[in-house]
């Protein structure tokens, strides 16, 4: 006589069939190498090899760099186009900055070249290892 099926709770069907316990494919390597080369930076071929803390610091470090590149060059934005309509905003006096402003983007800059080179230098080194997955 047939016994019946067993009725897995989703705890257990979670435990069983984990995405992590499955090996990573030479498909998925090559993927993940051509995504650290092109979009590197943003820390998606962590992901697509799945090392989340990884990925996670890597977008994380990249969006601060960027912002620290960025801030500066809005605020100079903005403060240009309240100079160029006094009528309507105060123009800010920004001489008191010194290089401030300039330091800050220079930090930013080569911090975000820093981000872009790791990503890309962990992408060629993906696709350069990809034979030691398995098919």
């Known amino acids: 006589m047939p016994t019946k099926p067993h009725k897995m ?17 030479r498909r998925r390597a090559t993927i993940a190498g051509y995504f650290g080369v092109l979009l590197g930076f943003t820390g998606v071929h962590n992901l697509i090899m799945r090392q989340k803390k990884r990925a996670l610091i890597h977008a ?47 930090i930013g800059m080569i911090l975000s070249g820093l981000a872009l080179l790791w990503g890309t230098a962990e992408g060629v080194i993906i696709l350069l290892n990809r034979n030691r997955f398995k098919n």
């Open 9 to 25: 709770t989703l705890d257990e069907a979670v435990a069983r069939s984990t995405w992590q316990d499955k090996p990573i494919t």
């Open 60 to 106: 994380l470090s990249s969006a601060a760099a960027f912002a620290m590149f960025l801030a500066p060059l809005i605020y100079v934005l903005v403060v240009v186009v309240k100079c160029q309509h006094p009528e309507k905003f105060e123009c800010p006096d920004i001489s008191g900055y010194d290089d401030t402003l300039n330091v800050i983007m220079i």
